[in-house]
């Protein structure tokens, strides 16, 4: 079975600067997906940014990258020019050939004005 | 395009009672996932329907959850009878296979 950590159970950033949240995962897959959501406090979860595991390059979403270690088993989520309305909880989540989810135990946001 | 459709949005119940929480998925999609979040426990995936079958249900916690899948547009998860200890957000996400989960706005369900 795959295991998520996230290490970070809270992180805080200055509005317009840059965070970078951590996830580690437990595989012995080669082919997988990976992502990251965002939960604010409406709870709807809503997909951030998506990385296939066969793919080397990192993916972007507008202010949102990852850096994918493929290696390491590392998988983290770069915000930059943070703003307002990213406070939330970051889930990190495995989908494995099965296509079942695993997720992280999350990491909660705070953005300072 | 409509996401994942949830009802009710929040329901509570009393010790006892039955409770069914209804979703409608991505139209094309043909999997569908029902998830349970809590505090103690995060996000934990309850049971996995592809193609109208279930697929997974080993994280039914015990025979007083069902779920069921009658047509590709339409799912139930029933709890009876509900304890106190199933209070926590219910979602249902849909996919194609191998492809993004996307969520609906879940159910919050307390019994009291």
């Known amino acids: 079975a795959q295991t998520v950590t996230q290490s970070q159970p809270e992180m805080s950033v200055q509005e317009a600067e840059t965070v970078t949240l951590s996830c580690t995962y437990d595989t012995s897959e080669s082919d997988y997906y990976l992502f990251w959501y965002k939960q604010p406090p409406s709870r709807q979860m809503i997909l951030v940014i998506r990385?296939?595991?066969?793919?080397?390059q990192n993916a972007t979403e507008n202010r949102f990258s990852v850096n994918f270690q493929k290696a390491a088993k590392s998988f983290s989520l770069k915000i930059s020019d943070s703003q307002l309305g990213d406070a939330a909880m970051y889930f990190c989540?495995?989908?494995?050939?099965?296509?079942?989810?695993?997720f992280g135990g999350g990491t909660r946001l705070m953005v300072k004005p | 395009d409509a996401g994942v459709i949830q009802s009710p949005r929040h329901e509570v119940t009393e010790m006892g009672q039955e409770v069914t929480l209804r979703c409608k998925p991505i139209?094309?999609?043909?999997?569908l996932f029902w998830y349970r979040q809590t505090m103690m426990r995060g996000l934990e995936l309850l049971i996995y329907f592809n193609n109208n079958v279930p697929i997974d249900d080993s994280g039914m916690p015990e025979d007083r959850f069902s779920a069921k899948m009658p047509n590709a547009s339409f799912s139930t998860l029933k709890i009876q009878p509900s304890e106190p200890r199933d209070s926590a957000v219910y979602f249902c996400a849909s996919s194609t296979k191998q492809e993004t989960q996307y969520f609906g706005p879940g159910t919050r369900l307390l019994v009291l």
């Open positions: 990385q296939e595991a066969y793919k080397q």
């Open positions: 139209s094309g999609h043909n999997s």
């Open positions: 989540a495995y989908l494995n050939a099965g296509n079942m989810l695993t």
